[in-house]
């Protein structure tokens, strides 16, 4: 996790090192809000010496394991009335990246896929977000009436002048 930003960025970034293809090795851009948690994290837990958001409380401050905090993960699944796998995060993120907009290839690279057909398997549109892309095709297609009957009219008016 690094706080300060690389490039023209504003927010810092989290580094991805390890994944199963040369894709999912990448930077991640923290988010206002992401980066924010973190910082309080990183300021109640003390910091990882080599910047992990999940450390150990010993003298290293190492990673914790997966193991564990999958385990940690069951056991809060254990209270609720609804299950989900870590994994599903994933899907969620994706589908809130394409909901605000982002365009394919965004969504691939931050998801770290090799191509846009992996990210599409991510991405689940709610009903509500496909009423709003047929909504702004009605705007777009009305739009294009008018303008083609504005055409029309213009047209007209010059072929009227043309032969008066």
């Known amino acids: 996790m690094h706080f300060e930003p690389a490039g023209n960025a504003k927010f810092g970034y989290v580094h991805i090192p390890r994944g199963k293809t ?19 994290r ?8 080599l910047g992990y958001v999940f450390a150990r ?16 993960h069951d056991r809060t699944l254990d209270k609720l009335e609804f299950k989900f796998r870590i994994y599903d995060c994933r899907h969620t993120f994706a589908t809130g990246l394409g909901e605000s907009g982002a365009d394919a290839y965004t969504i691939c690279k931050l998801m770290g896929h090799s191509n846009i057909q992996i990210s599409a398997r991510y991405v689940h549109p709610t009903p509500e977000r496909l009423e709003i892309a047929l909504a702004g095709l009605d705007v777009y ?3 294009r009436v008018k303008a083609a009957e504005e ?12 032969t008066a």
């Open 22 to 40: 040369k894709n999912s090795k990448r930077n991640v851009p923290l988010s206002a809000r992401v980066k924010s948690v973190l910082e309080r």
């Open 151 to 162: 055409r029309a009219q213009k047209e007209a008016a010059k072929s009227l002048a043309q």
């Open 57 to 72: 409380d010993d003298k290293e401050k190492s990673a914790i394991p997966y193991s564990t905090i999958d385990t940690q």
């Open 141 to 143: 297609n009305q739009e």
């Open 42 to 49: 990183h300021d109640e837990a003390g910091k990882p010496q």
